[in-house]
């Protein structure tokens, strides 16, 4: 790969430049005049809320938007695709039904003519042996029998694979949200070797360790500008939040307002699962360790067991925020009213038939609680940016009277701000006395808990409660000492 | 994992399997050449339109309008392609373009395909009737050649088949053509992000289901040496039924062209399993449906234990 780079010339020419490129969507500016431009060799970090134009960037570079004002320039090529510009989009854009060789096929153009599976194949191997030494996946497995973590080891495969153009400047938007961390960590000496090797990378992700980890460079953006860009060393973390326009908390010990909060009665657990998982009303219980080692499962076990497949009743044992929205969540063509009122809808029913009035009520009031952004509440729910359609979940599941709120890693992708404000929602659902499982791969989640079940193989293997949930001791129990996690 | 067998191909053989035992133990004597390929000829025009069905449930889409379209193409090959060739090749490649514009017409304006294809099955039945107001016509003396020949030791119904799923796994599955007809069903967005036009694609597989479909319609009436306006119009439904029974699925570009193959060829037999039984015709329409009821639950059951293991 290293001479392939080499050979597209001197590293003074950059992959790409935007001279004060804007893009509006009706009376939205997505973008705001921008000036960029990336030579090769550099990672940049990209960061912002959502909303901030992170997207909309990206997709000005990849070529999928025209600028309506302003230049993206790619020189010595003619097109994005030429110049080797390839993007791993957060949405996943895998076709389920095919192989993961035949994916690759879909992307790439060369790939015709007598035995192309068999130099796809070879592509996607070599790239993941490349990437993700120790990796068990096989080219010819449909994607559909990957799990979440595979498939987007997969779409970076396929990113960086060879082709036609080699790839110059590869856009990695929240790479790792499915990955753990000794499969992040893989991915992550893999960008600084192509980097240092003359690639030049985009690096999209809320988890700001991974971007001091891996960027060179760090462009903030917000409101459609960008408002910083400077060498990744002349920040830090807490710059690079208060830049953003939010302050983060410090996340190093266990949040007070969880230590502080007066539990429900100590004794008697109101739930207790086959795998040990046990809750006392008003207790936010977390389930952490490595992703993929059950958590999921052992949540939708659960989940499943408390509710019924006929009948919905008003008042069920249980609700379920889903993290895979797209899967497990979202009602596509339904509005943003109607699919946040699904869960309560047999509170909502008189004689059989909704009440559209108790039903534009309880939208209105949850609009009101949990901010989410819109004009109006009939709009559709694709219409809403990733975070707020989450927000849209959260309230679908608190406007129900459940007293469990089972969550399966709800904040996959969500900017900082929403994360904050749904974080306060919670602790505030638990002081009433409502009870939370939370599955999450996010170390700041976990602080949130007052009691945390570290998964590992499909069992629990710690329990942390207090002050003893700190990220070592999650780790500690997370691995298996004197095996090769990876 | 190697899988040597395709799991999802397992019950469509294996129904096609218990079907012809069934058929063989109830009437011996259609073990035999003639006898296989009086079983199985009728399944060939239907194995056509059951894969021509299968590239449109592929693409998420579905055709309601299959019955209409083979009978029209029947009632062009019986009527117009003896008489006059040119013209009759020409109505014929003009069906499949037809077919094709239709299909990038439903890309551009996002249509629902199931009310296009309603609406073009009555287009199709009156041009059917224009085309060929009574019952007649005849088979071009070539085609009923190829399909009445007798080739040494395997029947042609068998031969046809053989060769129909071979040639729609090989367009289908292995090649990048049809693989990128299958991404289209799989996730159109990362089709178009990938920068390949879905209009075209589209337009492509319902072009390919029109060849498949003509084929189809070609084959009936060098079989029956005539045509008929109404001749294949339980096809829909047929063509349809025979995609799901051989491990399709109507979402999510997940098809067998083999296993499509293998369904039509069940459903045939299924109607002379029941005419073997001594069954009233009034029953058999029931009982095949039955049938069909049977082999899907299977289906189920066969997925549920599978997702447990």
Not at chain 1, 294 to 319: H, I, K, N
Not at chain 2, 118 to 124: C, I, R, T
Not at chain 2, 230 to 242: D, E, K, P, Q
Not at chain 2, 288 to 303: C, D, M
């Amino acid at each position: 790969m290293a001479a392939q780079i080499k050979d597209t010339g001197a590293h003074s020419a950059p992959v790409v430049v935007l001279e004060g490129a804007s893009k509006r969507f009706g009376a939205l500016k997505a973008l705001d005049g921008v000036d960029l431009s990336i030579a090769p060799g550099e990672c940049l970090g990209l960061v912002g809320h959502n909303g901030a134009g992170k997207s909309t960037l990206v997709n000005l570079i990849t070529g999928l938007f025209e600028p309506s004002d302003g230049r993206v320039a790619y020189p010595g090529a003619h097109d994005p695709r030429g110049a080797g510009i390839r993007a791993i989009s957060q949405e996943g854009m895998l076709c389920p039904n095919l192989t993961a060789l035949e994916n690759l096929q879909v992307v790439q153009r060369d790939l015709t003519g007598a035995g192309w599976r068999k130099r796809a194949g070879e592509r996607i191997r070599s790239q993941l042996d490349r990437i993700f030494p120790g990796h068990r996946i096989r080219p010819e497995t449909p994607v559909l029998d990957l799990t979440l973590a595979e498939q987007q080891m997969v779409e970076i495969a396929i990113g960086f694979a060879e082709g036609e153009a080699p790839a110059r400047l590869v856009v990695l938007d929240e790479p790792t949200s499915s990955l753990d961390a000794a499969i992040a960590a893989q991915l992550l000496a893999h960008i600084r070797r192509f980097c240092a090797n003359g690639g030049a990378v985009i690096f999209i992700s809320h988890m700001m360790g991974e971007i001091f980890e891996v960027a060179s460079r760090i462009v903030v953006m917000r409101d459609g500008r960008s408002i910083a860009d400077r060498p990744a060393a002349a920040f830090t973390r807490q710059g690079l939040v208060d830049a953003m326009g939010h302050v983060a908390e410090d996340g190093h010990q266990p949040s007070p307002a969880a230590l502080a909060r007066t539990l429900g009665d100590k004794s008697h657990p109101i739930l207790r699962t086959p795998e040990g998982i046990e809750a006392r009303k008003g207790e936010i219980v977390g389930l952490a360790g490595l992703a993929g080692h059950g958590q999921a499962e052992a949540l939708a076990r659960f989940y499943l067991s408390q509710s019924s497949d006929w009948r919905a009743t008003p008042a069920p044992a249980a609700v379920f925020v889903a993290g895979d929205r797209r899967r497990d969540g979202l009602m596509p063509i339904w509005s943003i009213r109607r699919n946040l009122t699904l869960a309560a809808l047999a509170t909502l029913t008189r004689r059989g038939l909704i009440d559209r009035a108790a039903e534009a009520r309880v939208g209105a009031d949850w609009q009101k609680r949990i901010g989410i952004r819109t004009p109006d509440m009939s709009n559709p729910i694709l219409s809403l940016s990733g975070g707020n359609q989450q927000k849209a979940l959260f309230a679908r599941a608190l406007a129900t009277t459940a007293p469990v709120v089972v969550m399966d890693d709800p904040m996959r992708g969500v900017d900082i701000g929403t994360k904050t404000e749904v974080y306060d929602m919670i602790r505030a659902e638990a002081a009433n006395g409502r009870t939370f499982l939370w599955y999450s791969t996010e170390m700041d989640e976990i602080r949130n808990c007052d009691r945390v079940f570290v998964f590992r193989n499909g069992v629990i293997s710690a329990e942390l409660e207090g002050n003893r949930i700190t990220e070592e001791n999650v780790l500690a129990a997370s691995f298996e000492l004197g095996e090769d996690v990876a | 994992m190697m899988r040597l067998v395709n799991p999802r191909l397992a019950l469509p053989v294996l129904s096609l399997a218990v079907l012809v035992a069934a058929v063989f133990w109830l009437q011996p004597r259609a073990m035999s050449y003639v006898g296989i390929n009086l079983l199985f000829n009728l399944a060939v025009p239907i194995a056509l339109a059951t894969v021509a069905q299968m590239i449109i449930i592929m693409v998420n889409d579905i055709d309601l309008s299959m019955g209409a379209f083979v009978s029209l193409v029947a009632c062009i090959t019986a009527s117009v392609l003896p008489v006059n060739p040119a013209l009759g090749v020409a109505m014929l490649v003009g069906c499949v373009l037809a077919y094709a514009a239709l299909g990038a017409l439903i890309e551009i304006r996002q249509l629902p395909a199931i009310v296009v294809t309603l609406g073009m099955s009555f287009v199709w039945g009156g041009a059917a009737v224009l085309i060929l107001p009574s019952p007649g016509g005849t088979s071009p003396a070539w085609l009923t050649a190829i399909m009445k020949s007798k080739p040494p030791l395997v029947p042609m119904a068998i031969i046809a088949s053989v060769l129909i799923a071979a040639v729609a796994h090989l367009l289908v599955m292995r090649s990048g053509f049809g693989v990128r007809l299958r991404a289209l069903g799989g996730n159109a967005r990362a089709v178009s992000r990938a920068g390949r036009s879905t209009i075209r694609l589209r337009a492509m597989a319902y072009g390919l289901a029109g060849i498949f479909a003509v084929l189809a319609g070609m084959a009936l009436v060098g079989l029956t040496t005539s045509g008929d306006a109404n001749i294949a119009l339980r096809y829909t439904l047929l063509s349809i039924a025979g995609v799901i029974l051989g491990g399709g699925e109507f979402t999510g570009g997940r098809v067998s062209p083999v296993g499509a193959v293998i369904g039509a060829l069940t459903l045939t037999l299924a109607g002379s399993f029941l005419s073997f039984l001594r069954l009233s015709p009034d029953w058999q329409i029931g009982a095949q449906g039955a049938i069909l009821i049977l082999v899907l639950a299977a289906r189920l059951v066969v997925r549920q234990a599978e997702k447990r293991a």
